[in-house]
Structure formats: C-alpha cells, structure tokens
C-alpha cells in the first residue's frame, strides 16, 4: 500500500523557509533540497513555487487561499502554545489564537514564512503531562479543500490508498500507514471556515505530497489509476542517478503529487 511520505511546500526563498521550519519545529537546518524529519511522523521539504508549478505543468500564479493546512497534532495544550510562540518569534503569524473547543480540544492557526496555514491542535484542553521540548507530534497531516470529498476518497481509493473516519460529504481521511503523513479531505468553504480565513482564491496551491510506491509495478499501477480515475500525469516516470524513479500527477482538485519508488 503507499503511504504519503512528504510534504513538499512552496517558497520564494529556500534557504529562509528551511531554517525557518528547522527552528519551529525542532529539527536540524537541512542543506539545500533536503526534507526535515518530522519526528518520525513524514518529512517537510521546501522547493520554489516555480519549480512545483511546473511539474503540474501549470502557472505559478497563486492568489488567496491556497485551498490547504498543514495540521500538527501534539500531545499537549502547552505545546500548542509553545509552537506558536516559535512561529511568530521566527517571522510567521497567528492567524486565529489558540483556544478550547466546544467538543473539546484546543488548537491554533498560524501562517508561516512561506504563506502556508498551518493547524497546531492538541486532543486535550490541559496538560496531563510534561510539555516536550521540542514538541514532538503525535500525528502530521495534509488538509485539502475539495469540490466533493465523497468524491475525493473514491478516487484515492482507488489509486491504493486506505482510508477510514469518513464522515460522508464532509470529510475523509486518507493514508494510515504508521510513520506517514495522513490526508484530510475537506470542503474547501468548510476548511476556510474552520482556518479563520475566506475561501476564495484561485490559482496554483505551491503544495506538493510525495507518494511512496513500494516497487515500479505499483507506480505504474497508481500511474494508470490516476489516468482511469479523473487525475492528470503531468511527468512521466523517469530514474535520477540515485536510482529514485518518479513521475508527478494532479488529483481531480488539481493538487500536485509526486510518486516515487527505489
């Protein structure tokens, strides 16, 4: 089964946005076009928004909402805390404070230095335990606006992907491999809502998420899925000289994905 390994984000300057989410999020700063370790939970990676436009063979152009968040899952409601702290310190933005739930719960929105929203959520609404230094997260995930997310899971479905915790047309989760990025599928207006922000907006979403297949007989198979299914290849496969084979397509809402395989 694939599992999504990484997210790649969009940037006008690289060196800025690895240094950046190095010192938010805890890890080591990455030399040029390495990811950052997410703590075990998928990678982050930055590329500019030229080069991800154009494996969607698409223009750079990008004009309000991007359509997406990144959601960060920690233990603690001080770690939520703690995280935007870092956020703003380093040059990012709080976008909506953190605070309680109604159902429970206590998160936060910020934007980052790259113009990407990201959700800072905790499960609690105090401590029950040490703050972790650097927060460490319980889960990462990728939250995309879409047309239908019926519609959206049948398609991941069939590309190979599991899926669970559907909630029918108004939400989906994708992708519960252990150590991997998990997918949310959202209405768009619905996510705007939820991100404190206004859902217009058009144009490339300078995001892309990094399948990985575990042989070429599933690229090709995931590759053929996307043709049958509404998705666009927007590269063909092709073998870098580190013997990493990959090809990039666009789902039906036009996000970008990159399937790789060793």
Excluded at 34 to 47: N, Q
Excluded at 81 to 99: F, N, S, Y
Excluded at 122 to 131: A, H, L
């Amino acid at each position: 089964m694939p599992s999504i390994a990484r997210i790649t984000l969009g940037t006008p300057e690289l060196d800025v946005a690895g240094a950046f989410y190095a010192r938010v999020l805890g890890a080591p700063v990455p030399t040029e076009g390495a990811a950052i370790d997410l703590h075990g939970r998928g990678e982050l990676a930055s590329a500019t928004v030229v080069d991800l436009a154009e494996r969607a063979d698409t223009p750079p152009e990008i004009s309000g909402f991007r359509g997406f968040a990144i959601s960060y899952l920690v233990a603690e409601p001080g770690e939520v805390d703690a995280l935007v702290a870092r956020t703003v310190a380093e040059g990012g933005e709080e976008m909506k404070p953190a605070r309680q739930g109604f159902f429970g719960g206590y998160a936060a929105v910020v934007r980052t230095v790259d113009g990407s929203l990201w959700k800072i959520a905790s499960e609690r609404k105090k401590d029950w335990g040490k703050v972790g230094e650097p927060p460490v997260p319980i889960e990462v995930g990728a939250l995309l606006g879409v047309a239908s997310p019926k519609a959206s899971k049948a398609f991941f479905t069939a590309l190979g992907l599991a899926t669970d915790r559907g909630r029918g047309s108004r939400h989906a989760d994708v992708g519960t491999t252990p150590g991997a990025v998990r997918l949310g599928l959202l209405p768009r207006e619905g996510l705007a809502k939820d991100l404190g922000n206004e859902p217009w907006g058009s144009g490339f979403a300078a995001l892309e998420l990094t399948l990985a297949a575990a042989s070429l007989e599933e690229l090709d198979a995931i590759l053929t899925g996307v043709r049958e299914h509404g998705g666009r290849v927007t590269a063909a496969p092709s073998t870098a000289h580190d013997g990493t084979t990959a090809a990039h397509f666009t789902d039906p809402d036009g996000y970008l994905w990159k399937i790789e395989t060793r």
